[in-house]
């Protein structure tokens, strides 16, 4: 079976947003055995979404349309569909009533949020005064606007997707083309709507049309290889015809993924398991997750699973490694302390670096890199610190050390490690995002003590 | 003018990676008069790039195309666009000389990078050893691959849009469809290198091939307004026909954007400006800046204007606030010290909160935030203190304090602010980011005194 992909809306075709559904839904498909042939976007007018929506028709037995959906004027995708289909617009009563319903409920759970809303005195040197709360909502009732009515319309005979975290509901309406049957499915566009009714109603509705063929993937992330030495370490690694195999750089990783395909009742993961033994042993420890995951859920795994606490000094990084850290549920078990130290007089009385060791060596050296990892240590208690220090440009650089001068620094019981690179002036983005990378990386290898250097940046 | 954009590659059509190019080129095609009507992605297959580029010059006199032009068997579109315009393929030597030439430059450049990488210890504990450096790359020669040559093939008579940061170069060729001459533009898939060919080369052909009509635009941002509320308030800010009104919600702020048009010779900046003071009036503070630009530029801005420095502390937003300061060139001038004190221990020992303050209001407290605002500015000298503490979730809620409860204070010479905030269980990113903009936004009104709440998250 095969999908064309659909984006509606003048923000997508005119560039204010970028379309991320297409790619979602792509991925998703691609896991049942639905391939995706292609994607169009279309501006909100009826004359170009009918047009994309012919074409789509014309390539792939399904199109899917993200957007469009929405209460307004210029939202014409349902129209479109049901023309294109040559049926009338039928109201839903139960989808309407959801829809008031959401209204109504949207009301009452805006009253705590209003009622939290004390004004800030206007003097900011006065204490804060207790105002009255306001105990209700700006619009108490929070009727439902007209035109959503418009949302509980579809074409005759379509099947109807429930939004349940948003008002349009979405649905998949049947259009004969060239004697064969096709079908337009329906989602809005936003994104946290349309993947949750897409997971929900809209995958199980074509497993159940299509349940000849099943595919299974599985992704291996790793730091520190180009996409072309990974190929070159993949290469041979499945037999034609016993998995596909696709790379991805999705920087600062770089990631493979194996599909396998069968028959419903065939064992993928099985099959998949195997393979991963294999791809495993290929890799050895430029591996640091099976899976999409970043490089700070596998460091916080570790430091969980071994019982291990950190801190971290950052200069250069400016707390984009305490930010990854606490974004994984449960980080607050190894993670103790963050101090991000963007000046000298901080360095020192903060983390105790040496007045000597900022003069001679200077903030961006491998010594002043180790007496931050083991300030942070001693101030937290952490059994490891880790400490990074460097020049993200545009401006900072000196003799000898050019933008892109990075330094690292572990701090353990009994022993201490740092090291400079040399990471070259690519923007303050890359920098602290390879920085931090490249941080986490080290942390991670010091654990399971294997200590290779990852490849320089391509 | 009109264009149509063309992703090429199984990689976009296949989910794996998200198109940001097509977007890009229509926010920049825009700005020149060229108007976008529609976006097309296609698998790197001959049949669906041809009826792809077919279809584009159907719609549009011109298609820019992205990707697809590497060194390997499935980049066919230089192939499809000569078969298209029925051209011949010659080979531009001028072009071959300069990617030949950035292999032997890559080769040298490698070097320094493989010096740096001198072998860390197997065994952690060790001191680190000085091992000699690895005085060369691995592969010395690092000469250009035989199917790199096919990137300097272009279809007959197109004009070469030279690529000065890859090895692709870009090309413009010339087709006639229906009696008309339509233009094929084809550029790389890497965004950074695609960007540059489209400003210094693309942008100016298509400039001096339509003098005529001239856009300019002007993007407002703003915080704590839903985007229903922005429209509200700027309703009739213009006239019919005098710009063009757009709206447009970039997590966590909410945008307007203003275009207006006119010819060449037109003063479109004076009628912007114009426009720009009518916004300003109806959005008042709301109003962050002019500009697509993230809070944390508009703080350090307004910091180092009035000469402030700042500290923070942060639990829930876990260094996130730190990462944006940091993210702004220039922010070492204002931006002393984070302290990231996830763990409470920390909170007492690093920032001197009280025993008793955590025992009896908890480390979610409008009492702890105040003493961590406090805290940081004394252990910094920071002018004023900032700090976050809250429940991110899944996990921590309590009773009276359930996921998504967040306190923010600030401490100035002199005073103390703080507030406790219900913003919902949305996940932990959701949090983190609202948290860390509100934090800012609280900033920002305290450094131009105006202290009104932002409306709470829709």
């Known amino acids: 079976m095969t999908a064309v992909l659909l984006a509606i809306g003048d923000e997508i075709v005119g560039g204010l947003t970028i379309d991320t559904n297409s790619a ?14 292609g994607t169009l976007a279309a501006p909100d007018d009826e004359a170009a979404i009918l047009r994309a929506l012919e074409r789509g028709l014309e390539d792939a037995a399904i199109v899917i349309s993200t957007g469009g959906l929405g209460p307004t004027a210029d939202d014409l995708t349902t129209a479109c569909v049901a023309k294109l289909a040559g049926q009338e617009l039928r109201l839903d009563e139960s989808s309407l009533a959801k829809i008031e319903e959401r209204f109504r409920a949207r009301g009452r759970e805006m009253t705590p949020n209003r009622k939290a809303a004390e ?16 105990a209700m909502p700006k619009n108490p009732a929070e009727a439902m606007p007209k035109n959503n009515r418009k949302q509980a319309l579809f074409p005759e005979g379509s099947v109807i997707v429930p939004n349940p975290t948003g008002t349009a509901p979405g649905f998949i309406c049947e259009v004969e083309r060239g004697g064969r049957t096709r079908h337009v499915i329906c989602l809005p566009g936003v994104p946290r709507e349309m993947q949750r009714m897409l997971d929900e109603t809209v995958l199980p509705w074509l497993e159940a049309r299509s349940p000849q063929q099943r595919f299974s993937s599985r992704v291996f992330s790793t730091f520190g290889l180009a996409e072309s030495k990974l190929d070159e370490l993949l290469e041979g690694v499945v037999a034609p015809g016993e998995a596909r195999l696709a790379f991805r750089a999705a920087f600062p990783r770089v990631q493979a993924r194996l599909t396998v395909s069968g028959r419903a009742g065939d064992d993928l993961e099985e099959r998949l398991d195997e393979l991963e033994q294999r791809v495993r ?19 916080v795994g570790l430091l969980r699973q071994r019982g291990i606490t950190m801190a971290v000094a950052e200069s250069c990084t400016g707390g984009l490694i305490g930010h990854r850290i606490t974004d994984v549920p449960g980080s607050s078990a190894c993670f103790i302390l963050d101090v991000v130290t963007y000046a000298n007089e901080a360095k020192r009385n903060v983390l105790g670096v040496r007045v000597e060791t900022l003069s001679e060596h200077g903030a961006v050296s491998t010594q002043t890199a180790e007496e931050m990892a083991t300030g942070v240590r001693r101030l937290s208690g952490a059994d490891l610190g880790v400490a990074t220090t460097g020049i993200a440009g545009p401006g900072g650089a000196t003799p000898g050390k050019p933008v892109g001068t990075v330094c690292i620094a572990l701090a353990w019981e009994g022993g201490v490690w740092s090291r400079r690179y040399q990471l070259g002036a690519r923007g303050r983005d890359w920098l602290k995002s390879w920085t931090a990378q490249l941080a986490l990386d080290r942390v991670r290898r010091w654990v399971i003590e294997d200590h290779d250097e990852p490849d320089p940046p391509e």
Chains 1, 2 share one sequence.
């Open 24 to 37: 979602f839904l792509a991925e998703r498909l691609r896991t049942i055995g639905v391939e995706p042939v």
């Open 119 to 134: 004004a800030m005195p206007k003097n900011p040197a006065e204490a804060m005064p207790k105002n009255p709360a306001e």
């Open 281 to 299: 042993q290929r890799l050895g420890t430029h591996l640091y997750a099976v899976g999409d995951q970043g490089m700070e859920e596998t460091v």
